[in-house]
């Protein structure tokens, strides 16, 4: 039976396409479903302590509603309506919509908002594994401008987002779920001015990205040297039969 040894010229070529297959997967991973539910949300911290109404915290559709109307279109006020269960697969890097923030701005007198945080609580799942629930906080700052007159008429909201992030491992997978903020005409904005007589929106924006813990390129230098020695053993015996 004829031997079939390494030659240094297929070891080259073994090497090249193992780092080449190497390059394609490191900071890859296998394809998971993702699975983001039961996302509610609770306004709390909310100032001043008197004036301001509270609905349906711990829902996915909490309210705030403040001062006396001016018009017949009420109160000014918050809404968020949380989006239905999220279903992804990763990689791809996904981006998603967790829900929607309102800002009812209608001309009203009396107690206006100052400031409030939106919580938001999630449950994520991964091919099948619950992970379990994870908490994002929205800090809320309110500019009530007057209705008439100088200073009128927009409203300015800032909201401090502080990039929120959470990472899960399943199966030498690392998941992250990372909180953008607020998207405002396709752009993540931490003020944005909210226009009299009208209902204003902005989606809640995350990213979903999956990352192998250990990229096949840490495996390289140990795999070479075994090919290295296989072709060193190649050529040992070639020499004795000569």
């Known amino acids: 039976?004829?031997?079939?040894?390494?030659?240094?010229?297929?070891?080259?070529?073994?090497?090249?396409?193992?780092?080449?297959?190497?390059?394609?997967?490191?900071?890859?991973?296998?394809?998971?479903?993702?699975t983001v539910s039961d996302i509610k949300g609770s306004w709390i911290n909310i100032a001043p302590g008197s004036g301001i109404s509270v609905t349906d915290n711990g829902?996915?559709?909490?309210?705030?509603?403040?001062?006396?109307?001016?018009?017949?279109?009420?109160?000014?006020?918050?809404?968020?309506?949380?989006?239905?269960?999220?279903?992804?697969?990763?990689?791809?890097?996904?981006?998603?919509?967790?829900?929607?923030?309102?800002?009812?701005?209608?001309?009203?007198?009396g107690t206006s908002l100052e400031s409030a945080t939106l919580q938001v609580d999630l449950n994520v799942n991964v091919d099948g594994s619950d992970i379990g629930m994870y908490t994002f906080y929205f800090d809320f700052t309110h500019d009530e401008t007057n209705n008439t007159g100088s200073g009128c008429c927009n409203d300015l909201i800032t909201v401090t987002t502080n990039s929120?992030?959470?990472?899960?491992?399943?199966?030498?997978?690392?998941?992250?779920?990372?909180?953008?903020?607020?998207?405002?005409?396709?752009?993540?904005?931490?003020?944005?001015?909210?226009?009299?007589?009208?209902?204003?929106?902005?989606?809640?924006?995350?990213?979903?990205t999956a990352v192998n813990e250990v990229p096949l390129p840490a495996a390289l230098p140990l795999f070479l040297a075994g090919l290295a020695g296989?072709?060193?053993?190649?050529?040992?015996?070639?020499?004795?039969?000569a």
């Open 164 to 208: 929120m992030s959470q990472m899960f491992q399943i199966g030498g997978v690392n998941y992250t779920l990372s909180v953008l903020g607020f998207n405002v005409g396709g752009q993540i904005v931490e003020t944005f001015s909210t226009k009299e007589k009208r209902n204003n929106y902005a989606d809640l924006i995350a990213t979903i």
């Open 1 to 34: 039976m004829r031997a079939s040894f390494i030659t240094g010229g297929n070891l080259a070529k073994a090497a090249a396409s193992i780092i080449a297959a190497g390059a394609m997967m490191a900071g890859s991973a296998l394809a998971g479903t993702v």
């Open 230 to 241: 296989l072709g060193f053993a190649g050529r040992g015996r070639r020499s004795k039969k």
């Open 59 to 109: 829902t996915d559709s909490p309210s705030l509603r403040w001062g006396d109307p001016a018009t017949w279109r009420g109160k000014s006020g918050y809404d968020f309506d949380a989006s239905p269960d999220i279903i992804t697969v990763v990689p791809p890097d996904t981006q998603v919509t967790l829900g929607q923030f309102t800002h009812l701005n209608n001309p009203i007198y």
